[in-house]
């Protein structure tokens, strides 16, 4: 069976599953992952529910069959079943590592001091965070194990390019593929991470377990 892993790998090769207009349901990769992926014309729901009930729900959805997986109603009747909450359906970027060392002076952090590494300690393993002069840039495991990257740039030192250059110093310091959420309002986070070469592949809606 295709797990969620395989199809998230394939992704970062820029294999991405067919535009068929359909959906995949694949099993939790943790007890603490549970969510949609939406592609171009295919979604992604990855939950241990039943899979005849998520294709019931999301035909009964009064939206275009494309949008229906990340569309409210779909979404409320997946957190009413699970007792999980959602925050936001957040554009899911990735891009591969790089060679070298980072320009950045980096300073690895020990404790979790930062509201980010706090944050990314509550939803991510295995988290590792670096200072910067204005900002701070944070990796851990993910959703499937993925490994994610997170920033925060000080407001004094924005419209520097600090953004850009913390996410270009998260593949350095990776040697793999690197994911990315950004909530698609926040322009200036998206453009940072489009400027560092990370690539939209979708988007993406984490329930979260209580």
Do not use: K
Not at 194 to 200: E, H, M, N, S, V
């Amino acid at each position: 069976m295709e797990t969620l892993r395989d199809i998230l790998d394939a992704a970062a090769r820029g294999v991405f599953p067919p535009p068929d207009g359909r959906t995949t349901v694949v099993p939790q990769p943790s007890a603490r992952d549970a969510g949609v992926i939406s592609f171009t014309a295919h979604s992604v729901v990855f939950t241990d529910e039943d899979p005849d009930w998520v294709y019931d729900t999301l035909r009964a959805i009064p939206c275009d069959p494309l949008c229906a997986s990340v569309n409210a109603r779909f979404l409320v009747a997946l957190m009413d079943r699970t007792g999980r909450e959602q925050e936001t359906v957040d554009a899911l970027l990735v891009a591969g590592p790089l060679p070298g060392r980072p320009d950045l002076p980096l300073t690895e952090l020990a404790g979790p001091g930062h509201s980010r590494v706090a944050y990314a300690r509550a939803r991510r393993t295995g988290v590792r965070a670096w200072a910067a002069p204005g900002g701070v840039v944070v990796l851990g495991r993910g959703v499937a194990g993925r490994l994610e990257v997170s920033v925060e740039v000080d407001e004094g030192a924005r419209r520097t390019g600090l953004g850009r250059a913390l996410v270009t110093a998260a593949r350095q310091l990776a040697g793999e593929p690197v994911w990315a959420q950004v909530a698609p309002g926040n322009a200036r986070s998206v453009r940072a991470f489009q400027a560092a070469g990370y690539l939209p592949v979708g988007a993406e809606a984490l329930l979260l377990a209580p």
